[in-house]
């Protein structure tokens, strides 16, 4: 199970990046600013936000020890953070002052690599904040990086489509065309997994790109050997281009996040989707795992970030955040139920439900007179609150036989609609997402163009038909 816990929603622009360090969750943003949470309780740090860029943000990261954070901008520059207090220690330059895509710190903070569009690669000496080596790919802008393991090499990924090793001295030992339409990230697994034929301990790498597709590499790093990078498999979750993909701390997993919306776990040993994450309403353009605790961060151009908690006890093939099994919810346990207020942000519910042994069954039952009547909740909102998501998850149980036909969501939440509308522009979206849409812009959601009216007109054909469709899948 995947449970969204919290949203992020600060920034006034697309979200680029978010990294986490062990302690701390950084994004950053086409607004030209980086924020800083603590993961005890997601509230931002009293130095957040840091500015200082003059134009947009498009990574950050934090050193291996979570004492720096490193950020890049379009403005030419990669400055440097004290994670601390939020002083800014260096702006380092980026020869011929081209936007920097892309920052990554080496495993022992050796090293930070900054890449930009022009293609250029430079790693600096983070001891005297010097430029070390730089070098060029060899066509295209850089995008993405990744260092080995061991730090002494790293690889590249650019717009056209390829993907290149490094040592440490900026030499390039090997070149691969991995996507045709370009390279949007790499990463490389921190765990070794070994290579039957010839007992090498080899790592896997995962990259992704506008052909829609991740791609699992094994990948050799050998000082005496050189280098060798073998193609493994494709994994065709999405149905638009990738922007985003990453491992979890063990390896266990690949996340991945796309122009489609959606964002999808992976087992990496099968390649089997985990869950399928549809919260967000535009473009996911980041995601990571924190590495010592189960969360999840996602980022997108809606301007948020989601920070989803994982359940790696039991994960299942086909699980998504939506779609939970009627039969696990009616065989959930109290401390199931228990576990799953807290994740609704119900936790102060917790010991009365204990008190009136609530089960998976009894809480799928529960009605607004038993609320009030048995369980004694007097608050009308509250009993509102706890009714709603009671809801939301009958909702998102109807959904696992027989997915929702795609005219029945909104085209702004992707959610079943509950009262549909009829738009200027001819499409149809949930009243509430609409007038909150139009409340701050005058566009179309689809199209992007002018609105030439903001009247909403209730489609009840529409209605009628959800109504009849979610009549045939409760019998």
Partial sequence: ?????????????????????????????????????????FTELPYSPL???TYAVHCCCFSPSGRVLA???????TALWDARDGRRLAVLEQPGASPVRVCRFSPEAT??????ADGSVVLWNMQS??????????????????????????????????????????????????????????????????????????FQMASCGQDNQIKLWLILFADFSGVELKYKCTLNGHSAPVLACAFSCDGQMIVSGSVDKCVIIYETSTGNTLHTLSQHSRYVTTCAFAPHS?????????????????????????????????????????DDVSAWLCAQDLADFVGLFKMNNIDGKELLNLTKESLANELKIESLGQRSKVLQKIEELR???????VPVPDEFLCPITRELMNDPVIATDGYSYEREAMENWISNRRSSPMTNLPLHSLMLIPNRTLKMAISRWLETQQK
């Fill in 294 to 334: 189960p969360l999840l961060a996602t980022g997108s151009m809606d301007k948020t970030v989601h920070i989803w908690q994982l359940d790696l006890r039991q994960p299942c093939a086909g699980d998504t955040v939506e779609n939970e099994s009627k039969v696990a919810v009616e065989d959930w346990s109290e």
């Fill in 1 to 41: 199970m995947a449970t969204l816990i919290h949203t992020l929603a600060d920034h006034s622009d697309d979200v680029s990046y978010c990294a986490f360090s062990s302690s701390c969750l950084a994004t950053c943003s086409l607004d030209k600013t980086v924020r800083v949470y603590s993961l005890s309780n």
């Fill in 395 to 401: 909702m998102t149980m109807i959904s696992v036989s």
């Fill in 51 to 53: 500015k200082g860029h």
């Fill in 111 to 116: 090293y930070l690599l900054s890449g930009a």
């Fill in 71 to 77: 950020s890049c901008s379009t403005d030419g520059t």
């Fill in 129 to 202: 904040l010097k430029l070390y080596r730089s070098g060029n790919v060899k066509d295209g802008s850089l995008v993405a990086c990744a260092f080995s393991p061991n730090g002494n090499f790293f690889v590249t990924g650019s717009s056209s489509g390829d993907l290149t090793i490094w040592d440490d001295k900026m030499r390039c030992l090997y070149n691969e065309k991995a996507h045709d339409l370009g390279v949007t990230c790499c990463d490389i697994s921190s765990h070794p997994v070994s290579d039957s034929e010839n007992g090498f301990k080899y």
